[in-house]
């Protein structure tokens, strides 16, 4: 058995931090409190979480500040619970380096779910050689894809694209990472490029219409859910 | 001046006027109308939108054939004193809007009862419009010209059109034939001549005639090459040989000699291409009926030439003339020769014209001799006799009872004595009286004088030299002293007139602009003017949707008419005035204006008088006054509205913020509270009764349904505060259908979707988060509506710009009274399932509307109901993909 995941939450919700206390611990989660950012700094220091759950809505700073100073120093993966549901709030989030974004109110599922996910990338996948969800198979090393142990000849940009999102199952990525990671910086504002290889490489690989693999985060970005 | 306002007509078009192009001709038979129609042909052919609005034929077989097979547009008929008349359809051809449309005859009088008189102003419409036009017309319809045609051809020219048309065109083509050819065309009876081929139109088509109509055409074409070269190269910025700054200055006075003198200084203008002004010096002496009508007369004949035309005010003419002159930095002044006798001029120190060159300084003077050959219109000098009967009376019994008791007591006074009591009279009716009384009291006590008590007594005989020498002095210096004091007079009712004009200005803007609210304004401004004008009127104001009103503002005291409605309704679009007194839609029983400030048109004024009688120059002058102050009031307060408008967003934003930042987290985080806490407690407890279950599974349903319902509602409240931005991304329509789908799945569960893309829709622009919204609803609405096992089609195309998103169910349908009804706020059909807020469509319809598109209701003919989203949107048939390669 694993040693207990960390959980630290940052939000000035009693009530939705002492529930969420209760369900992580009851999912295994050892967990610690915090009711404003500068406490949540404190702790996150002295306590080493596996994963943060961050409000962005904090009494001493604005959210979006408390996250960029948490990066500076720290890469333990954020997840943004917040009552705002704007495109552009997530998207900023994101970039500023939070690793993906739930709003309230939440299925708990689900959020169960993308806490796995942000910690599965602090694991090494990128070190695994190959890659297992559903009808998908992925073989890293002979760039391999299968769906329904059929091969699917994919193209290197759609390869890439593939991996990213499989690299990181079930987190999102928006526009500017995935455009970053397989075009460059230069391209970072040619979102078009991305959609048009993302209906090509949806073409390929997705068997079932109504239960897509990758998902499109409107406005943000894409996710592997499979 | 109602007629200066050359640039207001200009102000609101936007629109690129048409193109006017001018067959020109020396008289009828040279072939115009056959020119026209073959260059439309080639148009037509040319793949041009052409129509031929009104073409005359004569019955000419050659003319027929050429306009079979070009599209027309039919006359309009109708019926005057019994005869049965065709004109243009001008609101046809409007409506048509063609490209290029063929109408003959410019120079044409339109029926009466038309929206113009003339036809060359329905073409003036037709180009402001947009719509271009080949016309037809003979040199000797054109205005500057007509008096030289007149004079060579002895034929009165009765047709006219102004020389600003030509001016307007954009090309002149000259259809020239010789003088021989045409007369031979004649001889074999190819010309029309109109209905009687009588002996005036015979003369006029004698040999030298025709050549020197001839000469004038080529003349009048070839100035207007010369022009359009000069303006070429002013465009181009080419030095070029016209003189700067030439101004030239008419001055018009109420002879109606004076309308040669007009076409004269405009062809001189026109010669040396340089704007001209028409000048009406307004003196202290009183107009007569038929004079105020020549003076009317000639300043429209000036405007209708192009002039700009001032009046003014002033005893003096010549010095008031050299005032405009100077203001206007004009060059030269034209006046007429004089026609008045050379007393008058010894009296007023000299000529107007020995005046002028006096004082004129650097200015030209131009003294032309007016052509009195013209048709004489003038009626007969009429003799000005001013006063009431009992004016006449009073002094006729003050005179008599004077010279009687003079009679009685004139051996005590001596006839010496009378004449300075005479005199003293005279000058007390000089200040009671108006000018003809005096005078005639005046001459009657001098002849009086002369025949009771200068010996021989009862003769008009005078005895010796000093009597005579009496008489005379007395008899000067009485009428003198008559002249002076009516003069005194009339200066002073001249002042009370301006006074008058001065006060009621400074009344309206007291009153009107300085009230608090703007109906009580009007209100005080449309009595004010009814009183001065002695008038009923009318204010039709401008809605804010920049259309105008249908209904009057309450102030007004005249009600409109549909006929005359339709009339202000026209000065409304086109900004100048109609009606009238005013040559546009003369047969309307009110004069209309525009209420035009700097910014706009804020509405009409339209203004009838009670009796019938026109306004003179100075009652104009200030209705026009009158009118520009409403409507810089009108603009006033539509500044103040807007600013307070400004003031009331600017508030509504703050509120916004407030309401978008904290009320969602308000409401949404004990919601969120709610729902862990019910989750982890079902997680926590498990429960294994069925009941707990089933009573789980409810409170799960209402916690969804409290979600639905807040989302719904704060997207309501962002779409009513109207902050809706659509934020325009490529998309993928596909993909944004897949999403709606996914994110619809749990309540989709129990249908089958289609999804049926045009495969030439790759990337549209549009706002994701909106439309996938709205198609999100639109599904859960078709789910809700359609039994399980039913298909839901989602259906996209792409048509000239437009995005089609339509949502297809197998239902029930809608109601057909309802069909309207299901986009209206918190609207539930009968039957519909519960659960639902009532806001899902309107909420779909909010969105649709903020991203400048439609949304509608049908029912299928095949069954069930149908959702049409229909999007403007930029589309990428292409997708993008050879950049990426």
């Known amino acids: ?226 | 001046m109602l007629e200066n306002n050359p640039d207001k007509a200009t102000i609101n078009q936007s629109i690129v006027p048409g193109r006017l192009k001018i067959f020109l001709g020396m008289c009828a038979g040279v072939g115009k109308t056959y020119a026209m129609l073959q260059d439309a042909r080639e148009e037509l052919k040319a793949g041009k939108d052409v129509v031929a609005a009104l073409v005359e034929t004569h019955g000419r077989k050659e003319t027929q054939s050429l306009l079979e097979g070009l599209p027309q547009i039919p006359r309009l008929k109708s019926r005057y004193r019994g005869i049965d008349l065709e004109e243009m359809d001008l609101d046809a051809v409007l409506s048509r809007h063609p490209k290029l449309v063929l109408v003959d005859e410019a120079a044409h009088t339109n029926i009466p009862g038309s929206r113009h008189p003339k036809r060359y102003q329905d073409i003036e419409e037709l180009l402001a419009a947009g719509i271009s036009v080949y016309t037809t017309l003979n040199v000797q319809h054109l205005e500057s010209r007509a008096d030289v045609v007149r004079q060579i051809t002895a034929v009165p020219v009765n047709e006219t059109v102004p020389d600003s048309l030509l001016e307007k065109a954009d090309e002149i083509q000259v259809v020239d034939l010789t003088p021989d050819d045409l007369r031979e065309r004649l001889a074999e009876k190819k010309v029309y001549l109109g209905p009687i081929a009588d002996i005036a139109a015979v003369n006029f088509f004698k040999a030298e005639n025709l050549t020197a109509l001839r000469e004038m055409t080529l003349r009048v074409a070839a100035e207007h090459t010369d022009k359009s070269l000069r303006d070429e190269m002013r465009v181009r910025g080419i030095n070029g040989p016209w003189k700067a700054g030439e101004r030239l200055m008419v001055s018009i006075g109420t002879s109606p000699y004076y309308d040669s003198l007009i076409r004269w200084t405009r062809r001189v203008a026109g010669a040396l291409d340089c704007g001209w002004i028409a000048v009406y010096v307004e003196t202290d002496t009183q107009l007569t009926k038929a004079e105020t009508d020549s003076l009317t007369a000639n300043l429209s004949l000036a405007r209708q030439l192009g002039a700009e035309i001032i009046t003014v005010a002033g005893h003096n003419v010549a010095q008031t003339l050299l005032r405009v002159a100077r203001q206007s930095n004009v060059s030269q002044i034209v006046i007429g020769k004089s026609q008045e006798p050379w007393w008058h001029a010894m009296m007023h120190g000299g000529s107007l014209a020995q005046q002028l060159i006096r004082q004129s300084g650097l200015i030209d003077i131009y003294i032309v001799q007016p052509d009195k050959s013209g048709p004489e219109t003038k009626a007969p000098q009429q003799i000005k006799i001013s006063g009431t009967p009992q004016a006449w009376l009073t002094a006729g019994a003050v005179t008599g009872l004077l010279t009687l008791a003079f009679f009685i007591f004139s051996k005590n006074l001596g006839y010496g004595a009378i004449a300075p009591i005479y005199l003293l009279w005279v000058v007390i009716a000089g200040l009671r009286f108006p000018r003809s009384v005096v005078l005639a009291v005046a001459a009657c006590c001098a002849l009086l004088w002369n025949f009771l008590f200068i010996t021989p007594k009862y003769t008009f005989a005078i005895g010796n030299v000093h009597d005579a020498t009496m008489f005379i002095m007395f008899f000067v210096v009485s009428l003198a002293i008559g002249q002076l004091t009516a003069k005194l007079k009339t200066k002073e009712i001249a002042e009370q007139k301006r006074e008058r004009r001065t006060a009621a200005l400074y009344e309206l803007a007291k009153q009107a602009a300085l009230a608090p609210e703007l109906d009580a304004g009007l209100t005080a401004g449309a009595r004010l003017i009814e009183n001065l004008l002695n008038s009923r009127i009318a204010i039709t104001l401008r809605k804010p949707d920049r259309t105008l009103s249908p209904e009057s503002h309450p102030a007004s005291s005249l009600a409109l008419e549909p006929k005359e409605y339709s009339v202000a309704a026209w000065v409304f679009t086109r900004g100048l005035p109609a009606g009238r007194f005013t040559d546009t839609l003369t047969g309307s029983a009110a004069l209309h204006l525009p209420l035009q400030a700097r910014t706009g048109i804020y509405g009409v004024l339209s203004v009838q008088p009670i009796r019938d009688k026109s306004f003179d120059i100075s009652e104009r002058d200030l209705l026009e006054a009158l009118t520009g102050l409403m409507a810089a009031i009108l603009e006033k307060d539509h500044f103040i509205q807007a600013f307070s408008r400004a003031e009331v967003i600017e508030a509504s934003e703050q509120l916004h913020r407030a309401l978008f930042d904290s009320v969602p987290h308000e409401l949404k985080t004990p919601l969120a509270a709610l729902k862990t806490g019910f989750e982890s407690l079902l997680y926590l407890t498990k429960p294994e009764s069925s009941k707990a279950r089933e009573a789980a599974e409810e409170v799960s349903q209402a916690l969804q349904r409290m979600q639905i319902v807040i989302n719904n509602l704060l997207d309501m409240t962002r779409i009513q505060a109207g902050v809706i931005r659509p934020k325009l991304e490529w998309a993928d329509v596909e993909d944004l259908a897949h999403s709606a789908i996914e994110l619809a799945s749990s309540a989709l569960s129990q249908h089958k979707i289609k999804l049926d893309i045009g495969a030439d829709i790759l990337a549209v622009k549009l706002d994701q988060a909106l439309i996938g919204q709205s198609l999100y609803n639109l599904l859960i609405n078709a789910a809700n509506w359609s039994p399980p096992q039913t298909a839901i089609t989602i259906k996209a195309e792409i048509k000239e710009g437009r995005l089609k998103l339509v949502v297809q169910d197998e239902g029930p349908g809608i109601p057909v009274q309802d069909l309207t009804r299901v986009f209206d706020k918190f609207y539930r059909a009968a039957g519909a399932p519960t659960g639902g807020t009532g806001l899902g469509l309107s909420i779909v319809s909010g969105f649709v509307r903020a991203h400048g598109g439609t949304v509608t209701a049908a029912n299928r003919p095949e069954g069930g109901a149908e959702f049409i989203i229909d999007l403007p949107v930029e589309s990428s048939p292409t997708g993008n993909t050879e950049i990426l390669a």
């Open chain 1, 1 to 226: 058995m694993k040693p207990r995941n960390k959980a630290l939450i940052i939000d000035d919700e009693k009530a939705i931090r002492r529930l969420l206390t209760l369900v992580l611990t009851e999912h295994g989660y050892q967990v610690f409190e915090a009711e404003t950012a500068e406490e949540g700094m404190n702790q996150a220091a002295q306590r080493k979480p596996d994963v943060i759950l961050l409000d962005l809505g904090l009494p001493d700073m604005d959210g979006q500040t408390a996250l960029r100073r948490l990066r500076e120093w720290c890469t333990v993966p954020v997840l943004v619970v917040s009552v705002r549901s704007d495109t552009d709030e997530k998207v900023k989030a994101l970039n500023s380096g939070a690793d993906d974004y739930i709003t309230k109110p939440f299925d708990v599922p689900e959020l169960l779910a993308r806490l796995q996910a942000i910690q599965r990338r602090a694991g090494d996948t990128e070190k695994e050689s190959v890659f297992t969800a559903g009808p998908l198979f992925i073989d890293y090393e002979s760039r391999t894809v299968k769906v329904n142990n059929k091969v699917v000849n994919l193209s290197v940009i759609e390869y890439s694209l593939l991996r990213l999102l499989a690299q990181h199952q079930g987190k999102v990525i928006t526009h500017k990472q995935l455009l970053r990671d397989v075009w460059g910086t230069v391209a970072e504002d040619r979102s078009q490029y991305l959609r048009v290889y993302m209906t090509h490489l949806r073409k390929k690989i997705e068997t079932t219409p109504r239960k897509r693999m990758i998902r499109t985060e409107v406005g943000i970005g894409y996710r592997l859910v499979i």
